[in-house]
């Protein structure tokens, strides 16, 4: 662990973010924190790359973007990380069933405190705790992932949402489209919860701004490739 | 629990499959068996429905298909289940992080034990090793998912295999292609395994037959559906 960061810190927000942490030994935190490390990560990079143990990922500052790859290039965003949130899928030596391959770029300049996989996966061995921690926190994206794969696959929601916004402005002109989630998702007979889904999707990958005053389209181009 | 079965071959079967079977106490032993049911399925009766809790579906006999569904009744295949393997993500009240939808349906005449929910969650709740078990199990099926999915959403190789195979029958004539798996992704620039796989999808979902003689095509509308 690099001196940049105090221990009394780091410990403490490894209390927060591990809720097994005081049940911890001496001797295991000490192992725990010696095969952490604090990185930063200029935005851009790519952190991990595929089925490799790239460790446990604890976002300070800055965003990480979780995504797919084809072998073609194409990119499919499954989900974001914050400050407070952490990546388990990156420690494929903590999780044996997990086989497929994801990757993680930093989306912005990025601080973040990389638990060694190997240190915690010798852990989750010995403390159940540890162990049922990790596979809650890998299975908690499952539904997230699943919920984006759904949307994609049965071509519905992302691209009609796409062309109705587009429509939307072409009418009223301006760039924002002035209703309620709950009024969109009535013209296009869908729920709300699906349209405001859908929306911070969008939000996440700035193709809209959301705010009080509607929805703001950021990137037509963007939107307009996926109403095709 | 039925009579139909008899309680001995019931506990052996939990004994094979739930590894924290010996830990358990006489009482909590009686109250599994007494929360399970022996059901037999007909061919095509749908076995779960979306998000309620089924239960933990074990396969003694045929097949069980999980799937997703549009709203429009379009259905992605994301797996299926035999004899010997059980269905976790049915399971939604031991599994509080799995929000989302999928369906089981038998796909031939198929006889279960199912484990009711509630008192598995409530097992687990105690046991750790019961916890541990229903995380690992679901947990190990991400990736199959995710296989499936990227397969079709990056539109590559069940449309490429797809196209190559009918090409294939139409320059040679017949119903068979008469070649390794390892030619054939060599003809189509992608890996063995990943031919394999798909081919191996391709026979579950019934569009061809395969065997050591080569690979026949069984469903050439389905296959054609897929290559435009």
Same mark, same amino acid.
């Given at each position: 662990?690099?001196?940049?960061? $105090?221990? @009394?810190?780091?410990?403490?927000? /490894?209390?927060?973010?591990?809720?097994? &942490?005081?049940?911890?030994?001496?001797?295991?935190?000490?192992?725990?924190?010696?095969?952490? $490390?604090? =990185?930063?990560?200029?935005?851009? !990079?790519?952190?991990?790359?595929?089925?490799?143990?790239? #460790?446990? =990922?604890?976002?300070?500052?800055?965003?990480?973007?979780?995504?797919?790859?084809?072998?073609?290039?194409?990119?499919?965003?499954?989900?974001?990380?914050?400050?407070? @949130?952490?990546?388990?899928?990156?420690?494929?030596?903590?999780?044996?069933?997990? !086989?497929?391959?994801? /990757?993680?770029?930093?989306?912005?300049?990025?601080?973040? =405190?990389?638990? #060694? #996989?190997?240190?915690?996966?010798?852990?989750?061995?010995?403390?159940?705790?540890?162990?049922?921690?990790?596979?809650? !926190?890998?299975?908690?994206? /499952?539904?997230?992932?699943? &919920?984006?794969? $759904? $949307?994609?696959?049965?071509?519905?929601?992302?691209?009609?949402?796409?062309?109705?916004?587009?429509?939307?402005?072409?009418? !009223? #002109?301006?760039?924002?489209?002035?209703?309620?989630?709950?009024?969109?998702?009535?013209?296009?007979?869908?729920?709300?919860?699906?349209?405001?889904?859908?929306?911070?999707? /969008?939000?996440?990958?700035?193709?809209?701004?959301?705010?009080?005053?509607?929805?703001?389209?950021?990137?037509?181009?963007?939107?307009?490739?996926?109403?095709?």
């Amino acid at each position: 662990m690099q001196a940049i960061m $105090q221990n @009394e810190e780091l410990i403490s927000l /490894f209390r927060d973010n591990f809720p097994f &942490w005081d049940e911890l030994s001496q001797i295991e935190k000490e192992t725990f924190i010696n095969s952490s $490390q604090y =990185i930063s990560f200029p935005k851009g !990079t790519n952190i991990h790359n595929g089925n490799e143990c790239t #460790g446990i =990922i604890l976002i300070r500052k800055g965003s990480l973007r979780l995504y797919i790859l084809s072998d073609e290039g194409k990119e499919i965003t499954l989900y974001r990380l914050f400050p407070g @949130e952490m990546c388990m899928l990156s420690a494929s030596c903590v999780l044996n069933n997990i !086989t497929f391959d994801v /990757f993680v770029d930093a989306e912005e300049n990025s601080e973040c =405190i990389v638990v #060694g #996989g190997c240190a915690y996966a010798a852990l989750a061995e010995r403390n159940t705790a540890a162990k049922i921690f990790a596979l809650e !926190t890998a299975l908690s994206r /499952f539904s997230d992932v699943m &919920w984006v794969m $759904q $949307q994609i696959l049965f071509m519905s929601m992302d691209k009609r949402l796409a062309i109705f916004l587009l429509d939307e402005v072409s009418k !009223t #002109g301006g760039d924002t489209v002035h209703l309620t989630h709950e009024q969109i998702a009535k013209y296009m007979g869908s729920a709300r919860e699906v349209v405001t889904r859908m929306l911070k999707y /969008f939000s996440s990958e700035g193709i809209v701004e959301l705010s009080r005053g509607g929805i703001k389209l950021t990137d037509i181009k963007r939107l307009r490739s996926l109403a095709i």
